[in-house]
């Protein structure tokens, strides 16, 4: 018997998160997800006459490909995934894997070589398609947010389905300070971190791209940054876990960085030119997400957290970088995690992981919920 929140979760990235209609194609890019979830999302996109196509990929195998990738290899994928995209209109991936860091020991200039190359399917998704990307709960998950399988499940249906029409019409007045903000100092222990964000416009995150979802982003101008920023949540990029790292900043370029692994995280760092400029600043604060995971999904989501970028812009707030790197980095600064603050052109926004001013309030974790 399927279980009765597949229908709700496949009907809510269906009507709400792509829209479909009738006569739209849909990629349904599946990576270990189990085959009862994709049936029910063939069901729905057919239901409003969408026309579904379904790609069923898995983690080992994926790393396989990726171990020995060359020039050659990720430039035929790149050229066989874009030539479908483009015969796109809408897209849907459910990323599922038993273990997280499947990809821990894929040489780091293989992964850096197939996202260079590959770059361009990405990009071409990211802006000429209507796309929403989720990950499926697996034990690895819930161990990592230090839950039972079961009550992870139950966790992320709340969140996967919750009132994202209610958090929309929360979020205007934030987008709108952010889109007229110039100046930004982010505060906290170990983060003295000042830099400007004006013209480069702001942008809600609804439900309509990302599931889980619930931030503002925007981007800080490229060569305005200057200072510190300690983050204090793990974050997993390329398959290895990066635990206390710590950036330092001068004229917008990462001059220094640390963490628990230093020579990788440079590393990635040193993928391109565009890797130690930023890409995004964002706010976090899904009222059902609380405690890091390892999973940027969800972490970026943090009620009462930011996160920052190096790597990559989004044309939707750009400042001109350009990567193949989009590492989100994610510092949450409720009490329990240190608190910290949040001021735009001198008027703090945030304090603590709580939004003060009138209008951001309906924002906080407890006029979200329900």
């Not at 329990?336 to 309030?361: H, T, V, Y």
Request: charged share 25%; with cysteine.
């Amino acid at each position: 018997m399927t279980d009765p929140r597949y229908q709700k979760l496949a009907r809510l990235l269906v009507d709400y998160s792509t829209r479909l209609k009738r006569g739209d194609r849909v990629l349904l890019d599946m990576i270990d997800v189990p085959d009862e979830f994709t049936v029910q999302l063939v069901r729905e996109a057919r239901r409003v006459g969408a026309i579904p196509i379904v790609e069923v990929r898995h983690t080992r195998v994926n790393r396989e490909l990726l171990r020995e990738t060359n020039q050659t290899h990720a430039s035929l994928i790149r050229d066989l995934e874009l030539a479908r995209m483009k015969k796109m209109q809408a897209y849907i991936a459910v990323r599922g894997s038993a273990n997280a860091n499947e990809n821990a020991d894929v040489p780091g200039d293989r992964m850096a070589l197939y996202s260079r190359v590959t770059r361009p399917v990405l990009n071409y998704r990211v802006g000429k398609t209507r796309w929403c990307v989720l990950r499926w709960p697996t034990p690895s998950m819930a161990q990592g947010a230090g839950m039972s399988t079961e009550a992870f499940e139950n966790l992320y249906f709340d969140v996967c389905t919750m009132n994202y029409r209610k958090m929309a019409r929360a979020m205007i007045p934030l987008q709108r300070r952010m889109q007229h903000a110039d100046q930004v100092h982010l505060k906290g222990p170990g983060t003295d971190l000042r830099f400007s964000i004006k013209g480069i416009g702001a942008q809600m995150c609804k439900g309509d791209r990302n599931i889980p979802d619930g931030e503002v982003f925007s981007c800080p101008v490229r060569t305005s940054i200057n200072g510190v920023i300690q983050f204090n949540t793990p974050t997993l990029y390329s398959g290895t876990r990066f635990e206390n790292v710590r950036l330092e900043f001068k004229d917008g370029k990462i001059v220094n960085a640390t963490c628990n692994d230093t020579r990788r995280l440079n590393e990635i760092l040193d993928t391109d030119a565009g890797a130690r400029y930023t890409g995004e600043f964002s706010l976090g604060f899904n009222p059902y997400i609380l405690n890091p995971m390892c999973d940027i999904l969800f972490d970026e989501k943090i009620a009462g957290s930011l996160h920052l970028t190096p790597g990559q812009a989004y044309k939707e707030c750009d400042n001109g970088n350009r990567s193949a790197v989009h590492w989100d980095m994610v510092l949450i600064q409720r009490p329990e995690w240190g608190g910290g603050e949040i001021w735009f052109d001198g008027e703090l926004i945030r304090k603590n992981g709580k939004f003060i001013p009138r209008d951001l309030r309906p924002l906080n974790p407890e006029n979200l919920r329900g």
